[in-house]
């Protein structure tokens, strides 16, 4: 370890000095600069490539309503699947003897138990998405529809059950 720290050492007091010596020498004829239209001939290719390149990669949109149905449906389905392959495992390990019947019922107990609350968590998801896409309305075409840059929306907001603004008889 020593020995490597003088070896560097030495190395650098012999070459700094003949880097900082070395002066820039610049002649009288300068190397003259490449002329604008070179240098946006070779940047505009690269460029196209590139913006190719760029186009080429599709963008990675977050899942849409539909979308999210589809894997809750998937996540029932793996559910239910798993609990099968599981309950087999179990199975066959109370048929060769690696575990006693007892304890196999209650692994199978478990694991039931454990599905039945996931396959009801993504059902439960699924079906309050599914009724909240069925409440919204589709969105009209623009041709149809004109609007004005000073139109109001009113949008009408959720019932309260609590003080509601009632108007007196009277006025």
């Known amino acids: 370890m ?3 720290s003088i070896l560097v050492s030495v190395f ?3 070459t700094v000095p003949f880097a900082l010596s070395q002066r820039i020498t ?3 004829k300068g190397i003259e600069p490449p002329r604008p239209q070179q240098i946006l001939v ?3 290719s690269q460029a196209d490539n590139t913006l190719a390149d760029f186009l080429a990669v599709t963008p990675d949109l977050p899942p849409g309503p539909l979308d999210v149905l589809q894997e809750y449906r998937d996540q029932m389905t793996s559910v239910s699947q798993t609990q099968d392959a599981e309950l087999a495992v179990i199975s066959q390990a109370v048929r060769s003897g690696q575990i006693k019947r007892a304890d196999g019922e209650y692994l199978i107990q478990q694991r039931y138990q454990l ?3 996931q396959y009801e968590v993504f059902s439960a998801l699924h079906d309050s ?4 896409i069925a409440q919204t309305p589709l969105a009209a075409p623009h041709s149809q529809t004109s609007c004005r840059s000073d139109a109001i929306l009113v949008v009408p907001g959720p019932p309260s ?3 509601s603004s009632t108007r ?3 006025e």
Not at 129 to 132: F, G, Q, S, T
Request: proline fraction near 0%; charged fraction near 15%; glycine fraction near 8%.
């Open 2 to 4: 020593k020995v490597q």
């Open 12 to 14: 650098l007091l012999v």
């Open 26 to 28: 610049s002649s009288g």
């Open 42 to 44: 070779k940047t505009n």
């Open 115 to 117: 599905a039945l609350m």
């Open 129 to 132: 998405l599914a009724y909240e």
């Open 161 to 163: 059950t609590g003080c």
């Open 168 to 170: 007196n008889r009277s």
